[in-house]
């Protein structure tokens, strides 16, 4: 649905975006990872066909977004990072304004307004003047403008941003919802766990440079072969390596420091095995049989700060 | 759903925007203000006028001066409030962000240029519609007539617009309110002050010429009903105000919708076309004021001079605008310029620098030969002209010839040629004085072949040389000069091509 193909733009003499290449299947949800400069806003304003790439190619839904940057404009929504917002018209004015400006007919305006306004649950706030809406509400508000003509491609940049735990719960409730619709949706956020429970697959972007972009699991294949999880133990944390030392998948038993453990007669480890969910419940198995008063068993999974680090070398 | 439903959705879908600019701005305590603070000042001068006025006048002479009063203040505040908003009317959403949301819609650059004018306009045209009680205190002077009124209102509507239209036009074009504000400001003082003066001035010529009932700037509104149904009437009163009205109010269309178009798209194309469809509008024009009236040949080889200098304006303005464009069309420039307008209006930076050029050199030759064919000084200045503008053209497209060279060096190479060939003359002759020298004679100086046109135009817009004035040696210079250009002009776009090339 996404392709990008040495994509690349500079502003001056500064390159923002360095041969970037990457693709989203339909219905994915794709995150953007990077620091704050890193070329996410850049990628995406270029997608949304705002800015014109200096070099290489992107298109959309098979549309070369500067070939035919009002085809992609019907089959995109794209909702900035820092958006600015009519303030003295109401929040039902203001998505009237937008459907009649996004080209609906008049008779099927009313009903997409009120799809948009259902998904994103603003009903109670249409009659409020836009100025008198918190930061959260407006970034609904934001998304059922972005929602108004039905896009199949979401472009989202810093959705999350300055908003507090409730919205920010709220958001990410919707936009699994969404996803859940088969739109398929780019998103980007220099906050790592904002997008983990969101997303499929990311891109890690840094400075200008895509790192590595792919189905999460297969990011963290790449970076970090096998799979990890945290053990954690209240009894002889000494026999723990033993214990695990018989199956032949795991590739290494570390302890981790923790000093109320340690205190305590107990200890943590990260644990590296080959293979699959079920090679983890030989191991959880084995370790309850062993009676070390086992009682956690972290996966590693989706730990997107790690992969982050690891792959912007600052991993430990 | 009732006719006036009915009317408001046929508005509201013809340019939506339209609706919710003026829903924003009545709900702004800043506009209400603005309105307010322009009502006052209105009453205010009138209230006064018509107190200073009461004694020892007849009734029906204070009536005509309250009603000058009225509407040049009206005029005066609706053209000074219409910029203002039209100056941030494009660049505030810039500034915030919502114009990405705008780009992104279905209204296209067009329907936001259009509906971002419209807004202004209506939303400025409430100060003379809620001032319209006032007009009953200049009534009760009598004086003037229904007619007179109706006349200014509509001629204070029309160029309130054009205000607005050079304000939407400078906020399509900067990236900052500071900045558009300080733009627009100067400008409309300036051509207010001016435009008023001048008016004012042929007001009490023609008015008394016509035994007309109103003097001074506002004596149209008495021609429009005194004066005889003519071929001077149609020429005068009808498409010469239509002409001062349109042609800068569909150049400052041209700027506000280049102004939306995104990187993709060809920004110079607006300008372009309402270059090619002004032009032949305007030499009708002054063909007409040829030959409709008793013109001498000075007046036609005046008239000659002025377009010449408009030209050459328009042209260089077109040249440092156009420099701007990307240097090598996009694949959606070259996808859209088809049919006729492929050849006329090419995209790209040399191609378009080469169109004002041409521009330039082809207006200026058909303005000497319909009005001065037969004056061998407007001859020479033509062909001084069209072969300076070909240098400066040529020295701006080899200064941008390449993709990796911003349109900033073009430009500042065009203000140095500018600046050195406009100014360099004066600037010998002031070096020449203080070094003891006695005053040179500028038009014999050496340099005085590549450093005339300009300073000419400056002279030409103050009415401070004519044509007959020019002696053989101005004419000798205006020759060699335009050889020199000539033959800079063709090696510079010849190096300009091949560096493109490379």
Known sequence: ?316 | MSALQRISDALRDANPIVRKELLAALRTPLYVRAVVVSLVFVGTVVALSAASIADGREPWEGGKTLFQVFFGVTFFVMVLVGTTFGATSIVQEREARTLDALTLSALGPRRVARGKLAAVFLSTAFIPVLALPLLGVVTVFGGVTAGHLAVATVYALVFGAVGAAFGVAVSASVSTTRAAVTVTAPPVALATLIGGSVLTAVGEQYARSHALSIRGPLFFADAYFALPLDRSYLLWLVLAPLWLALTPGTLFYAVAHAGLLDATQDATRPVKRWALAATPATLALALAAARWTPASTSDRVGLAWSLTGAAVTLATAMLFHFAGTARTPTRRMAREHTGPWRALLPAGRIPSLRFAWLYGALTVALSTALFAAGSPAMRALTAWTAAFLGALSGLMALRGARDDESSGAARLHGVVALFVTGVGLWLVALLQQLGGGTHPDLLAHPTAPLALSPTWALLAALQAVRPHDVTADTMRALWTGAGLYAAAALVLHALASRRGRT
């Open chain 1, 1 to 316: 649905m996404i392709e990008c193909e040495g994509l690349t733009h500079t502003f001056g003499a500064r390159t923002a975006l360095d041969g970037v290449t990457f693709t989203v299947p339909k219905g994915e949800v794709f995150g953007f990872i990077g620091p704050n400069g890193a070329g996410k806003t850049t990628t995406i304003r270029i997608l949304a066909t705002l800015l014109a790439p200096t070099a290489g190619t992107a298109r959309v839904g098979g549309i070369d977004v500067r070939e035919d940057p009002e085809g992609v404009r019907r089959i995109v929504g794209y909702m900035p990072d820092t958006a600015g917002i009519y303030e003295r018209i109401t929040a039902a004015e203001y998505l009237d304004f937008f459907a009649s400006a996004m080209g609906i007919a008049r008779d099927a305006r009313r009903g997409a307004i009120d799809r948009a306004v259902e998904l994103t649950e603003i009903g109670a706030l249409l009659d409020r003047e836009v100025s008198a809406l918190s930061k959260g509400q407006r970034q609904r508000l934001l998304l059922a403008r972005t929602l108004l003509h039905d896009p199949s491609v979401l472009l989202l940049d810093e959705p999350a941003s300055d908003l507090d735990p409730r919205a920010r719960i709220e958001l990410r409730q919707l936009l699994a919802s969404l996803g859940r619709m088969g739109k398929t949706i780019l998103l980007s956020s220099h906050i790592l766990t904002e997008l983990a429970d969101m997303c499929s697959s990311i891109g890690i972007l840094e400075r200008g440079r895509l790192v590595t972009a792919g189905p999460i699991d297969a990011v963290q294949s790449a970076l970090r072969p096998g799979r990890r999880a945290r053990v954690t133990v209240l009894r002889d944390p000494a026999r723990v390596p033993e214990t695990l030392a018989r199956f032949t998948f795991v590739k290494s038993t570390a302890r981790l420091d923790d000093a109320e453990l340690d205190a305590h007669g107990g200890g943590r480890f990260e644990v590296s095995w080959e293979g699959d969910a079920w090679r983890l419940s030989e191991l959880v198995a084995a370790l309850a049989a062993a009676d070390l008063a086992l009682i956690a068993v972290e996966p590693e999974r989706r730990d997107l700060e790690r992969l982050f680090l690891h792959a912007t070398g600052g991993a430990p």
